[in-house]
């Protein structure tokens, strides 16, 4: 099972973080696998440079998209899709977070990240046990907009 932690980034942080996508990468895994005191101070800098998720636009956002393909739980908060092909992907909303956990083909995982996409510019995945990561629409796109 992939899960990918999911951050809203400052937008002018952004812009200064693309292209050192691994820095943001090396904080978050600091943070899940670093000492308590530690933890405190990572969680700072997190502060600082994320921002937090509006969770009520983000549900309109995701009810308006496709109502009859994603489930939403509400006594758990979370989207469930699942896929023909036994692809799932399951997003948790957070103030400060969003997680994602998928198995099966990438097609279930590529349709909530292109959602949030949608959303927002400036989301960014992180993989942290499979140290992957990525902006969910790179800056080099936006500016050719």
């Known amino acids: 099972m992939r899960e990918y932690k999911i951050f809203l ?7 200064e973080f693309y292209g050192k996508e691994h ?6 895994y600091e943070y899940y696998y670093s000492s308590i005191e530690l933890r405190k101070i990572i969680e700072k800098q997190l502060e ?22 994603i489930y939403f739980y509400e006594e758990t908060g979370e989207y469930l899709l ?9 997003l948790k909303l957070y ?7 998928a198995e099966g083909s990438l097609e279930a995982e590529t349709i909530f990240f292109e ?7 400036t989301f960014i995945a992180i993989d942290v046990k ?8 790179p800056i080099a796109y936006q500016k050719y907009i």
Do not use: N
């Open 82 to 90: 699942e896929l023909d092909d036994g692809a799932k992907a399951q």
């Open 48 to 69: 600082y440079i994320t921002e937090p998720i509006p969770l009520f636009e983000l549900h309109t956002f995701i009810r308006k998209f496709d109502s009859q393909q």
């Open 23 to 28: 820095k943001i990468y090396q904080l978050v």
């Open 95 to 101: 103030p400060h977070e969003l997680i994602l956990y």
């Open 9 to 15: 980034i400052r937008e002018p942080l952004s812009i």
């Open 115 to 121: 959602l949030l996409r949608k959303f927002r510019s």
């Open 130 to 137: 499979d140290q992957r990561f990525g902006w969910l629409r």
